[in-house]
């Protein structure tokens, strides 16, 4: 059994608003998930390379030319509130 | 017992490239803010985000340049957070496999060599600008303003480890870091521009103490002097608490430019805790031997080479470092001069001193195109021959920085050729030592400093083409007769 999972943290940094019901739901299943990922760690495989990607293929690197892509006007068309070409949105930390 | 300070250093560089990091968004900068947006940078489902070759070939030559080891199979992480700089959430960076580790800078301190170990350099992304409205700080806004323009702007994030001694190694290692990135080409390096943004983790221990002491971070330093002055700001506070027994919280604490302190930062979030996990989108980032051969084969003179060419040819060590991080005219001028002057101490103090305090005056950046090694050799060696006075070589310097001539020529036509014959310089000292016998008395009574005023009558009386010098030995060996 690992350490009990503080769900309250968790759900604060996921930005979370749980019931306690959920609370007790959650806290359990992510024991459970995080046991079956502690299993992993008993097994013995000395010589096997880390998986650091699941795909396994190579990464391409796009060269540096610059495009234009939306105009203002159109990346401001979804924001809920604008003023002076800018995004506003509630105060970051309140 | 001694309090001893341990400094730690995260800098952050601006890429000097085309598009962004993992889009290809222009970074040029813009009249209006949102106007280099797309899918990828603005977080819009379905985007993929594609990292930018160039910026990867940079990062890898500032790794190699700070002496550290390559990642080969290297990964991008996400770094979740709730702010509103970044739209997705959060910032793709690198966390266990970042492309150097444990390198090193060579330093420069009071005229002599320091090293900075570097922990770690990675790549990331820059965020958006936001600004808080309402009373102008963070904690007590209405509302935020944002712009991404910036946000995706590729962003190399160099750590030292905390093993740097002074507020002055600090400052010293972000100068050499300014001019290695400079030299590299890879960065503009404008402070004032935010291109070079740094952060300090101060902590205090008594010197023969097990542990570190507790480490602050200090944050909104945007000049080197600020940088400066917030490090030996926070060392003399935290002297203070640890001999008063206070306790030394953990916090980010923001330097007050104006108040000259530093403040905690009452951030009302909970402690960070970014949950970083490899981000799914984009695939290994392997960095094989050709790759880093070919860009081992791209590598520029560094500032630590031109700093030691510079001292091979005879300057201090501190003047060779100052030398390697002027303009790069100036660095090319004092080559060339030294070389002809064979006087290394000489031309570096007539083009370091005399020639560029003559065009910051004139607010010039550069000299004129016909101002060469040759033309600025020739004055040099007319002062140093004696042949005219050190005022002379002045006023003819900036007559050459004014308009095209041949010093030497300029010199004669002027008639500020010295004369340095003995003989007629003697008569002529003879001449004011019969005009000036209650002067003579006066220096054989002690008042030694009025030899000056007589070597001024010699010169007045030559029409300033007397070497001074030469008229002062000859004076004082006629009065001691």
Redesign the interface.
């Known amino acids: 059994m690992t350490e009990k999972i503080n769900i309250k943290?968790v759900a604060?940094?996921a930005?979370l608003k749980l019931t306690s019901e959920e609370e007790q739901k959650l806290e359990k299943d992510l024991s459970m998930i995080i046991d079956h990922f502690a299993a992993l760690s008993e097994m013995e495989l000395p010589d096997e390379k880390i998986t650091?990607?699941?795909?396994?293929?190579?990464?391409?690197?796009?060269?540096?030319?610059?495009?234009?892509?939306?105009t203002?006007d159109e990346?401001?068309s979804n924001a809920p509130e604008a003023?002076?070409?800018?995004?506003?949105?509630?105060?970051?930390?309140? | 017992m001694n309090i001893v300070p341990t400094i730690g250093m995260e800098t952050h560089v601006e890429l000097k490239t085309n598009s962004k990091m993992f889009c290809r968004c222009n970074v040029a900068e813009t009249e209006k803010p949102n106007e280099n947006l797309c899918p990828t940078c603005i977080g819009l489902p379905g985007s993929l985000p594609v990292p930018n070759k160039k910026a990867i070939e940079y990062i890898t030559l500032l790794a190699l340049s700070t002496n550290c080891a390559i990642t080969n199979d290297g990964m991008f992480h996400r770094k979740n957070y709730f702010y509103p700089d970044l739209p997705k959430n959060y910032q793709i960076s690198q966390f266990d496999l970042p492309v150097g580790t444990d390198g090193s800078l060579e330093i420069v301190v009071d005229g002599e060599f320091g090293t900075v170990e570097i922990e770690r350099v990675h790549m990331e992304e820059d965020t958006g600008k936001s600004t808080h409205i309402g009373s102008g700080r963070i904690d007590s806004a209405t509302s935020t303003h944002l712009d991404f323009n910036r946000a995706g702007i590729p962003l190399v994030e160099v750590v030292t480890k905390p093993l740097i001694k002074s507020s002055k190694e600090a400052v010293a290692y972000i100068e050499e870091l300014r001019q290695l990135v400079i030299d590299l080409n890879i960065s503009e390096g404008k402070l004032e521009k935010g291109n070079l943004r740094f952060d300090a983790n101060i902590s205090v221990a008594y010197e023969n103490a097990d542990e570190l002491g507790t480490k602050v971070e200090i944050k909104n330093m945007n000049s080197l002097k600020s940088l400066e002055k917030a490090i030996e700001y926070e060392i003399s506070r935290q002297t203070k608490m640890l001999k008063n027994e206070e306790i030394i919280i953990q916090e980010t604490r923001h330097w007050d430019e104006k108040k000259e302190v530093t403040s905690s930062m009452r951030s009302k979030e909970g402690s960070a805790d970014y949950r970083y996990f490899s981000d799914p989108d984009i695939p290994n980032m392997i960095l094989d031997e050709d790759f880093v051969t070919d860009i081992k084969k791209d590598m520029p003179l560094l500032p630590s080479d031109k700093r030691n060419t510079f001292i091979e040819s005879g300057l201090s060590i501190e003047d060779a470092n100052s030398l390697g991080k002027s303009a790069t005219w100036i660095g090319e001028l004092y080559n060339s001069v030294s070389n002809i002057t064979k006087d290394s101490k000489v031309s570096f103090n007539w083009i370091t001193g005399e020639l560029q305090g003559q065009l910051r005056k004139l607010e010039k950046a550069t000299p004129p195109t016909w101002l060469n090694p040759e033309n600025l050799s020739e004055i040099i060696s007319l002062v140093k021959s004696d042949k005219i006075s050190f005022t002379s070589g002045k006023e003819i310097l900036s007559k050459l920085i004014d308009e095209k001539i041949n010093p030497e020529e300029y010199a004669v036509a002027s008639k500020l050729i010295q004369e340095n014959d003995t003989e007629e310089i003697s008569k002529m000292v003879k001449e004011v030592l019969d005009e000036n016998e209650e002067v003579i008395e006066r220096i054989s009574n002690g008042e030694q400093k009025l030899i000056g005023f007589l070597v001024g009558q010699v010169i007045k009386l030559s029409n300033g083409k007397v070497n001074p010098s030469v008229a002062k030995e000859l004076l004082l060996k006629e009065i001691e007769q």
């Open positions: 943290n604060k940094l930005a650091i990607h699941p795909l396994g293929m190579s990464l391409n690197l796009a060269e540096d030319e610059a495009f234009k892509f939306f203002h990346a401001l003023i002076d070409g800018q995004f506003v949105v509630p105060p970051a930390l309140d």
